[in-house]
């Protein structure tokens, strides 16, 4: 192995330790779905399995489903178990992204490809919460499926057909969110010649996965459902700006991301360990050979343009940041192959120091995020402790009882939520010791107070009229029990807001604008 590539490995290297080790060894239950499972695991495999695929959309979603309720039994409560498989997979992730790509880059430029694949810093959300590594999954088996056709050259070819279409299903059935992806290999191979296309048994076969995969999830699914609709297809004017507005979060939103970090080198010591990309990048830039391929970055842009459809067809948010910023996964890898070229241009000029700025930014951002996930747990977890304790003492029976629980840590840079959901507060409060009916106590916060649209499933509003509610008891946050409260008593209360990030703000505000327009 040659000098500069020890160094190059040295120096990746010890930036994976700095933002991973933490995560692995203090890292717990994340804020979507993780404590609801674990809370109220069923005394069998079967049940579990069962009550997984039937949630809505999850039959469409059984490799997920398998996963979750065999690591479920087999875990049981130890999350370090759960961070070890969940890194572990993020891990043959980063591999097969080089194996599949590094024909793409010399091996001296590969080294910054790695770099940024090995931080998912707007699709984080995977990363924190177990319960969704589906979308890990998705993404793997797809990087297999290129991997089965993929020749020495860079190309895609058909030289192991039945690999592709079964990798390739089982990403869809993993989590559906990854099929924009399946456009590149085609789009690659046929980028002179557009019309080749329709005579590519490579499309052929692409179109026979998708065709298997949308008969079961469109015919077959919902027989089987719990709730008769589709989940996750859910077309409309507002998906439609859904989809419009993910092209605001890949030119702006990222590149605020990170500007937001730079305040946090002055309040955080740990995001100092940023400056090892540096290392890194001069290792590379001392044995740049890299050539522009104009065809390449093409097809990946085209590739990253067409990922707005899945906020079309879902009509989930497009942001950065939080719990939603999970669908941002698929345009994670085509984003680091743009920016991957952008900087092996620029570390070439005499503006070199933009790319090193990049790369310090990067790897800060994702430091700043993996902090914040550990802080949220650690938060949760005191919290619900003192919850259930509060809870054995003053709860009484068939009395429904509100809790105004922190949504955003106080160090908040990418909208790090503390409680978010009901299910997972209460799986929560029955983890750590509740005695009666956990499932008639709720989490709040002033978000769920002023805004009449937040988690629809999920607001306090719709909450107390669904259960008809004339009284309830409140516990404030700062420890105030307020009993016998109605609807309006609530609207009285004088709670403080959080502060959302930047992103955040702006979004809503655009969002307010575009309302006034209608």
């Not at 019309?195 to 590519?200: A, D, E, K, L, Y």
Request: hydrophobic letters at 50%; glycine letters at 6%.
């Amino acid at each position: 192995m040659k000098r500069w590539v020890k160094t190059a490995f040295f120096w990746w290297l010890l930036t994976v330790v700095s933002v991973f080790l933490p995560l692995l060894i203090f890292l717990g239950f994340g804020v979507s779905d993780d404590l609801s499972f674990i809370g109220d695991i069923a005394p069998n495999f079967v049940n579990d399995l069962s009550y997984s695929l039937s949630r809505p959309g999850h039959l469409s979603r059984p490799i997920y489903g398998l996963i979750q309720t065999a690591t479920l039994h087999l875990f049981r409560e130890n999350y370090l178990l759960y961070n070890i498989l969940r890194l572990g997979i993020w891990g043959l992730i980063i591999y097969q992204s080089n194996k599949v790509f590094r024909s793409f880059f010399t091996n001296e430029s590969k080294w910054l490809f790695i770099f940024f694949i090995s931080f998912p810093i707007f699709s984080s959300a995977h990363l924190f919460n177990f319960f969704q590594t589906g979308y890990l999954l998705s993404l793997l088996f797809f990087l297999l499926a290129l991997g089965a056709i993929k020749d020495d050259l860079g190309g895609f070819t058909q030289k192991r057909n039945l690999g592709y279409v079964i990798l390739g299903l089982c990403a869809l059935f993993s989590c559906e969110i990854i099929f924009p992806l399946f456009v590149f290999p085609i789009l690659h191979n046929h980028w002179s010649k557009l019309s080749g296309i329709f005579r590519s048994k490579l499309f052929y076969l692409t179109v026979l996965i998708f065709a298997f995969f949308f008969t079961f999830k469109f015919l077959v699914g919902p027989l089987y459902q719990s709730e008769g609709f589709i989940y996750g297809f859910n077309p409309s004017l507002n998906s439609l700006l859904q989809s419009m507005y993910y092209f605001v979060v890949v030119l702006f939103e990222i590149p605020i991301m990170l500007l937001e970090v730079i305040p946090f080198f002055m309040s955080e010591a740990t995001i100092w360990f940023s400056l090892l990309a540096i290392p890194l990048f001069y290792a590379v830039n001392r044995q740049n050979t890299f050539e522009y391929n104009r065809k390449f970055f093409f097809v990946v842009l085209l590739t990253l343009s067409f990922c707005s459809l899945i906020f079309f067809v879902s009509n989930y948010p497009a942001v950065s940041f939080g719990l939603y910023n999970k669908m941002m996964l698929p345009a994670h890898l085509l984003y680091v192959l743009l920016l991957t070229i952008l900087c092996l241009r620029l570390i070439r000029t005499k503006f070199y120091v933009i790319g090193y700025a990049f790369g310090v930014l990067w790897l800060a951002s994702m430091q700043m995020q993996s902090i914040n996930a550990i802080r949220s747990w650690e938060l949760r977890q005191d919290k619900l402790k003192e919850y259930a304790s509060i809870l054995n003492k003053e709860k009484k029976e068939n009395q429904y009882f509100f809790i105004q629980a922190p949504y955003f840590l106080a160090s908040n840079y990418n909208n790090e939520h503390v409680f978010i959901l009901n299910d997972d507060f209460q799986g929560g409060i029955l983890l750590y010791g509740i005695q009666g009916n956990h499932q008639q106590v709720y989490p709040f916060c002033s978000t769920m107070l002023e805004d009449g649209n937040y988690f629809a499933n999920h607001n306090i509003y719709k909450t107390i009229k669904e259960n008809k509610l004339s009284t309830f008891d409140v516990l404030l946050a700062d420890g105030r029990l307020k009993r016998n409260q109605t609807l309006k008593s609530l609207n009285h209360l004088s709670l403080s807001s959080q502060r959302e990030c930047l992103r955040s703000r702006l979004r809503s505000y655009l969002i307010r604008q575009m309302e006034v327009l209608k």
